[in-house]
């Protein structure tokens, strides 16, 4: 990384990181070529699905494993060793979708049919 918003910085950012919600822009610039995959979410949804108190990260970056369990630190790695990008989404989404069915059931009114 570079800036973050006027703060210069020499951070270097883990082949898996969180970056927490940002209230400033960040600039980050790499040696060479690279290939990244970012799964964003918003906030809400993240502390809905991790439990995770996303105010502690804000501007923040993280390892992984400083912010969520090893099913989601699974995930990261195998996202990692997938052969190409629709295998990672293939991935995430196999991963988000029974989680976030849980959280939708539970929050819809109940009714009575």
Same mark, same amino acid.
Do not use: C
């Given at each position: 990384?570079?800036?973050?918003?006027?703060?210069?910085?020499?951070?270097?950012?883990?082949?898996?990181?969180?970056?927490?919600?940002?209230?400033?822009?960040?600039?980050?610039?790499?040696?060479?070529?690279? $290939?990244?995959?970012?799964?964003?979410?918003?906030?809400?949804?993240?502390?809905?699905?991790?439990?995770?108190?996303?105010?502690?990260?804000?501007?923040?970056?993280?390892?992984?494993?400083?912010?969520?369990?090893?099913?989601?630190?699974?995930?990261?790695?195998?996202?990692?060793?997938?052969?190409?990008?629709?295998?990672?989404?293939?991935?995430?989404?196999?991963?988000?979708?029974?989680?976030?069915?849980?959280?939708?059931?539970?929050?819809?009114?109940?009714?009575? $049919?």
């Amino acid at each position: 990384m570079i800036y973050r918003g006027d703060e210069s910085l020499s951070e270097p950012i883990p082949t898996v990181a969180f970056l927490g919600p940002r209230t400033v822009p960040t600039i980050s610039a790499n040696p060479g070529s690279i $290939h990244a995959f970012i799964l964003l979410l918003i906030p809400e949804a993240l502390q809905a699905l991790t439990g995770v108190d996303i105010a502690r990260f804000v501007n923040r970056l993280a390892p992984l494993s400083a912010v969520f369990d090893t099913a989601w630190q699974d995930m990261a790695q195998a996202v990692l060793r997938a052969t190409d990008d629709t295998a990672g989404v293939q991935l995430i989404e196999a991963f988000l979708e029974p989680r976030w069915s849980l959280i939708a059931r539970s929050s819809l009114p109940k009714t009575d $049919h």
